[in-house]
């Protein structure tokens, strides 16, 4: 460097050097043009699920308000559907929109897309009527190419102390009512022409374990495994993938009721809680997937292997 400034500057060097630079900064601003537009559709690839409109049951809280919040930050719309219409309106709030600048970069001819939220009110536990609840629904649900079977009730008790009344609601909400609402969601789904379309049921470890007290809870939550598994064959070819999830202890309303000290206990990792955040990204994951369908992807810090 400091021989070059010492050096008489050359009046043929300092032509060519002038001719470089403007031919380097016509190279820069194109390439920045490109950039540009590439930044354009890098913020749209930000937003992989944007199109994608998922019901989530059980949305309003716990396993499912996690997995809406993972998937709305990815683009896509949620409609949440549980019991409790004041818990729905708050955890509607709790999702992510991407702005609508960021949206309607697209030219103006172009389909503008939206991501838009919303909720359904309905009592699972009443199967008969889940059909007629989701088809005076049928504005928000049309294109939905998502659907997330978390809604459900777990069980503490000896068979021998629970009531029929209360096995029935437990079948119900946990069993029925996931296979009635996939097959309502299904007609829509086939109508769908969204080329990633998957079902994702949340099962449990006591779907394939054993436990005192959760025997109706095992046989509901076994039974959604193999529905899960029957389901991926019946509808693989329609372009229908279903998966699902058997979580073990997770940190919500329903998993801190449970007892974590026998949980802990057993687990090769010795956790007590796995967050739901981390289901959420599991179910992430199995609806990128293309290739994955039928599986049941256990998360329970190795409760299950031995
Ligand atoms: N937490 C765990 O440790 C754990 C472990 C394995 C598997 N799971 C499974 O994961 C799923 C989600 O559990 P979670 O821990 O997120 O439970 P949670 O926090 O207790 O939330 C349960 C969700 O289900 C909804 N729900 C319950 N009864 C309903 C009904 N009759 N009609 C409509 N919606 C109803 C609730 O809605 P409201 O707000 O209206 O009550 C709520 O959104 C369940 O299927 C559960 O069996 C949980």
């Known amino acids: ?4 400034s010492n050096r008489k500057p050359d009046s043929k060097l300092l032509l060519s050097g002038l001719i470089t630079n403007y031919i380097m900064n016509r190279v820069c601003s ?19 699920l944007l199109g994608s409109i998922a019901l989530i049951t059980g949305g309003s809280r716990g396993i499912g308000l996690a997995i809406a919040q993972k998937l709305s930050s990815e683009g896509c719309s949620c409609i949440l559907l549980s019991k409790t219409e004041s ?26 897309i939206e991501q838009k939220h919303g909720y359904i009110c309905c009592d699972l536990s009443a199967v008969e ?14 294109d939905v190419n998502i659907v997330i079977n978390s809604a459900g009730i777990s069980q503490n008790s000896l068979l021998l102390r629970t009531k029929n009344t209360d096995i029935a609601n437990l079948i119900n909400i ?10 309502r969601l299904l007609k829509i789904m086939l109508k769908n022409k969204a080329s990633n379309k998957v079902i994702l049921n949340i099962s449990s470890i006591l779907g394939l374990r054993g436990l005192s007290g959760s025997a109706v809870y ?10 899960t598994k029957s389901m991926a064959v019946e509808v693989g070819s329609k372009g229908i993938r279903v998966n699902c999830i058997s979580p073990g202890l997770v940190k919500t309303e329903m998993g801190i009721m449970s007892s974590p000290a026998f949980y802990a206990d057993k687990n090769v990792l010795n956790n007590s809680f796995i967050d739901p955040s981390e289901i959420a990204e599991a179910s992430l994951f199995l ?20």
């Open 1 to 4: 460097m400091t021989f070059l």
């Open 30 to 48: 194109l390439s920045f043009t490109r950039k540009l537009s590439s930044t354009t559709f890098s913020s749209l690839k930000t937003f992989p």
């Open 87 to 112: 818990t729905l309106q708050k955890s509607v709030n709790k999702l992510t929109t991407v702005p609508n600048s960021i949206l309607n970069e697209n030219p103006p001819n172009e389909t503008r």
């Open 129 to 142: 009527s889940i059909e007629e609840r989701l088809d005076a629904n049928l504005d928000k649900l049309k």
């Open 174 to 183: 946990d069993l029925v009512a996931p296979i009635v609402l996939t097959k």
């Open 218 to 227: 095992s046989a509901a939550k076994g039974g959604l495994i193999s529905f």
């Open 287 to 306: 609806i990128n997937q293309k290739h994955i369908t039928g599986h049941n992807l256990v998360i329970d810090d190795g409760y299950t292997i031995r």
